[in-house]
């Protein structure tokens, strides 16, 4: 176990000069960041095979205090960290800290994949950090308001209402969530923001003893990423910025924006599926297999698949489709069983392999809603929004009201919004590598452009398709150049115009249908949309 005492009044200090606040009001406490083995912890060298150079090297755990409020910081929470350590003793690079979206995803739980991804002369050469953000995981106190097994009890109403009566249901629903989170954490509710989820990160940064840092975030992490870049500006080494969030958005039109994206990827699984109608036989064009679709759903709703799947289970279990179209082949073998030959079993095996929500899901949801429902103003009559998802629907009725309902309960939130932090660029930022798919459903491709024109120094590297999370993730081509930019700060190509690309790499091609089910890694977790901005 090894102990490195570091000075976070000094930083805290720091942090609250840039908000405005008195240095007399920062508590002058020291406190020690400890590492040592992490509670339940397994080996490095389990789940995800590492590079032979990090074999050896243990997963460490600390505790960091950050400040509730960072306008009057003597009340603090606990952020979880835990570390993978490079083993180079020169030419280090650093910490490099990850976050794979949400909000409400545990960065935690990330560290293992991006210190095994990385080539292994690079990998040694950082110090990768995983932390679960304020409210999440292992943090403290962590985040939970309702009792999981009652609110996610499967089959729960359909998500899309045809009746006043339908809406009413859906609307109490929403309205009893949020009360339930303002009962339980009205003390809190009000520091659970984006801006303090970056300040967060700079106590991080000081508390390692760190100048700088570096950073790569998925989705919603790419949100995040710009926050802090905005906010502190001279202390980023790197900074990648995968699958990336509208900053202009935030949150109530990206949430409709991702709708209408996750209609085009739906389709996309559609026409896939029409193509390998020998293997699948639900039809040999996009329209046929829609119409199958929409009659498995409507039989769902009259009578759930094993009295487990109905149509919103349906939507939850497809919506995986939209992040990544490695999972086709398993999700259309579930759906060809169930309306060529009646069998729910496939349907209902795949459920539960990818959508049944625990505990760990409902503090993410919680914690998704206490950001996105704080950090920006949302409508607070319900008539907007059923005027916007009615129109919504109409083109694109795969997920506009599932996603509604998702999000419905920031209508009734108990904490009144904020203003998000307006996301600038800045002479001290370094170079930024934006990495993006060009059709990706949970951060559509307009929201990298976007935010490659607010950061003059970075460059936009696209890959064909719609799959969110696009480094460290099998593309070869994306992880040479995410190498060569962590290792030299080399940018791939250069600035083109808007809309086009800096520069490209393949995409991995698409999938044929197997026997064996799919594995998929969604980086963000539940954002911007259904749990991660991403869903």
Avoid at 38 to 50: D, I, K, L, Q
Avoid at 188 to 214: C, F, Y
Avoid at 495 to 514: F, H, K, L, Y
């Amino acid at each position: 176990m090894k102990k490195r005492v570091v000075g976070i009044a000094a930083s805290i200090a720091m942090l609250a000069a840039a908000v405005g606040v008195p240095q007399g009001a920062v508590a002058q406490e020291r406190q020690e960041l400890v590492w040592g083995p992490c509670e339940g912890a397994t080996p490095v060298t389990g789940a995800v095979p590492a590079p032979a150079g990090r074999v050896d090297n243990p997963m460490e755990c600390a505790t960091v205090r950050v400040p509730l409020d960072y306008a009057n910081p003597q009340q603090t929470v606990g952020i979880a960290l835990n570390r993978i350590r490079g083993k180079a003793a020169h030419d280090r690079l650093g910490a490099l800290l990850v976050n794979p979206g949400g909000p409400g995803a545990s960065g935690r739980d990330l560290v293992r994949g991006v210190a095994a991804g990385l080539p292994e002369g690079l990998a040694d050469r950082f110090d990768v950090i995983g932390f679960d953000p304020r409210g999440v995981g292992a943090s403290e106190p962590a985040l939970r308001c309702v009792d999981p097994e009652k609110y996610y009890q499967a089959p729960r109403p359909d998500q899309v209402p045809v009746t006043r009566r339908d809406e009413s249901v859906l609307i109490a629903r929403a309205r009893k969530y949020a009360q339930a989170c303002g009962e339980r954490w009205s003390w809190m509710l009000p520091h659970m923001t984006t801006e303090n989820s970056a300040r967060d990160m700079d106590v991080i940064r000081a508390a390692l003893g760190e100048p700088k840092i570096s950073f790569l975030g998925y989705s919603y992490g790419t949100y995040l990423g710009a926050v802090y870049a905005t906010l502190f500006p001279g202390r980023l080494k790197r900074l990648v910025l995968d699958s990336v969030v509208d900053p202009r958005g935030i949150w109530y039109r990206s949430n409709l924006d991702q709708s209408i994206a996750f209609q085009d990827r739906h389709r996309d699984f559609l026409k896939w599926v029409a193509r390998h109608n020998p293997v699948y036989r639900l039809g040999a064009t996009e329209r046929a297999v829609s119409f199958a679709w929409d009659a498995m759903r409507d039989r769902l709703g009259d009578r759930p698949a094993g009295g487990v799947v109905g149509p919103s289970e349906l939507d939850d279990v497809y919506t995986l489709g939209g992040y990544s179209d490695a999972v086709w082949p398993q999700l259309a073998k579930a759906f060809s069983a169930y309306v060529k030959k009646g069998e729910a079993t496939p349907l209902v095996n795949t459920y539960r392999k990818h959508a049944v929500n625990d505990a760990k899901d409902e503090n993410s949801y919680a914690v998704y809603l206490a950001v996105q429902c704080r950090d920006a103003a949302w409508p607070r009559d319900w008539a907007r929004w059923r005027a916007d998802m009615t129109k919504a629907n109409a083109k694109a009725p795969f997920l506009t009201w599932p996603n509604a309902w998702y999000n419905a309960p920031c209508a009734f939130w108990p904490q009144q919004a904020g203003r998000p932090v307006q996301i600038r660029d800045n002479a001290e930022l370094p170079p930024i590598l934006l990495i993006q798919g060009e059709r990706d459903a949970a951060t559509p491709y307009a929201g990298a452009v976007r935010m490659r024109a607010m950061f003059h120094r970075s460059r936009l590297l696209a890959v064909p398709g719609g799959n969110h999370g696009v480094a460290l993730n099998g593309n070869a081509c994306v992880d040479r150049r995410l190498a060569a930019y962590l290792r030299e700060g080399t940018l791939p190509g250069g600035r083109q115009g808007s809309g086009t690309p800096d520069a490209r790499c393949p995409g991995i091609p698409a999938p044929v249908p197997v026997v064996a089910p799919a594995t998929v890694r969604v980086p963000a977790g539940h954002t911007a949309g259904r749990g991660d901005q991403s869903r």
